[in-house]
Nanobody
């Protein structure tokens, strides 16, 4: 059974930084894609950043040059370093995982099978 547990959310002032973590377990061996989505009430869910087993990455234009996605394979943990945060980055952030997957040409995937419960990020101006 795949489990994704996010942590690291919180409140920060604009211009600050936060680092989200996602501990993953129970997923099948082989190539996987992992990533982060975010959502605020009343808005559509937004793809943020993704990474695959070959360390190919993809980012939304809104976070490029500010956010960095990475993973620690030994710890089965995904990270999202968020810098220069803006109030519009405020959202619930969800960790996602898709088995037997590779990112193609740095394009963000739309669909992921497994989702975490989310961690709230609030950026004040």
């Amino acid at each position: 059974q795949v489990q994704l547990v996010e942590s690291g959310g919180g409140s920060v002032q604009a211009g600050g930084s936060l680092k989200l973590s996602c501990a993953a377990s129970g997923y099948p061996s082989g190539n996987i894609c992992m990533g982060w989505f975010r959502q605020t009430p009343g808005k559509e869910r937004e793809k943020v950043a993704q990474i695959d087993s070959d360390d190919n990455t993809a980012y939304a234009d809104s976070v490029k040059a500010r956010f960095i996605i990475s993973k620690d394979n030994a710890k089965n943990t995904l990270y999202l370093q968020m810098n220069s945060l803006k109030p519009e980055d405020s959202a619930m952030y969800y960790c996602v995982l898709e088995p037997w997957c590779r990112l193609l040409l740095s394009v963000l995937r739309d669909d992921f099978t497994y989702w975490g419960q989310g961690t709230q990020v609030t950026v004040s101006s």
